[in-house]
């Protein structure tokens, strides 16, 4: 298929000036100056080889070669325009995607919570949680003293004050009292990853001998609390929001719990959208604590 060099606003304006049957309307209506209506419109007389319209007293008349070209020329711009409209309907349709790793438990469930409202105010965003860090995650979620990465920079999301999770049934089992000594506390199974073990640990200073610690996940903790394999490290906001009768708090003592800090941790810097729902998730977090 060949092209000629027709310009398509030459076309535009001739429709313009067929309908109006004048230059200065047309020209307002394009938004150019009367003498570059005129020139487009002896432009493309030149190109077509005819004359399109004869000069009159207020105005212009359009000739037999111009009545002939108008209904073919106007059907083709319309068509022109609503396939512009289409396709600028579909980019409007193409939704923003954010890609998340969320690993705290308080997290999880805060988000959770407020996926319906960041929806209603933001439908054209697309949510998606991944387990694995890759090149296409916008942020990851998780308690500061477990996110280790320096790379990356973060964002408190919100905090808490710890607690230390059981079920009824392990209490039952080891005959735990109301509150323990740190040295029963030691001996018993921990479940969490032991890089925010060791930093609880660090931060309180206590001076215990290495143990060992299951390492799972924040999300799993809870699970493997609720089926008796040990203690959980969470919050006692988390706790409180859960209200799971068979998950119980236990007290140790002359160990004071640091708070649980949860942050949004990330390295390439974070898009619009990413922004608009980790602003509105701190937000909500604050108005749920209240």
């Known amino acids: 298929m060949e092209f000629t060099n027709t310009n398509l606003n030459l076309y535009k304006t001739f429709v313009l000036v067929y309908e109006t ?3 200065t309307r047309a020209s307002e209506l394009l ?3 009367r003498t570059g209506i005129g020139q487009n419109i002896k432009e493309l007389s030149k190109q077509l080889g005819v004359t399109l319209f004869i000069p009159q007293q207020r105005g212009v008349e359009p000739t037999s070669e111009a009545d002939t070209l108008y209904p073919t020329i106007k059907k083709a711009i319309e068509s022109i325009i609503e396939t512009e409209g289409i396709l600028c309907s579909l980019k409007d349709k193409k939704l923003d995607v954010v890609r998340m790793v969320v690993v705290s438990s308080l997290a999880d469930f805060y988000i959770k919570q407020y996926i319906k409202e960041f ?3 933001y439908p054209k965003i697309q949510l998606e949680f991944s387990k694995q860090v890759d090149s296409k995650t916008d942020f990851v979620i998780d308690l500061e003293s477990s996110f280790q990465d320096k790379s990356f920079k973060t964002i408190e999301l919100f905090n808490g004050h710890g607690a230390f999770i059981v079920s009824k049934e392990f209490v039952k089992k080891h005959g735990l009292a109301k509150e323990i000594t740190l040295n029963e506390f030691l001996r018993l199974p921990l ?4 890089g925010a073990w060791q930093e609880f640990i660090r931060q309180s200073g206590v001076n215990a001998n290495p143990f060992v610690t299951k390492t799972a996940s924040s999300e799993a903790t809870h699970l493997m609390v609720k089926n008796s394999l040990g203690v959980g490290l969470s919050s006692k906001d988390l706790l409180e929001k859960l209200s799971d009768k068979n998950i119980v708090e236990i007290k140790v003592k ?6 649980v800090k949860i942050v949004c941790a990330y390295q390439k810097e974070l898009s619009q959208s990413a922004k608009k729902f980790i602003d509105g998730l701190i937000q909500y ?6």
């Open 21 to 23: 049957k004048n230059l």
């Open 119 to 121: 929806y209603s105010k």
């Open 285 to 290: 977090c604050s108005l749920s604590a209240k």
């Open 254 to 259: 002359d160990l004071k719990m640091p708070y």
């Open 31 to 33: 938004k150019i100056t």
């Open 191 to 194: 479940i969490a990853r032991a």
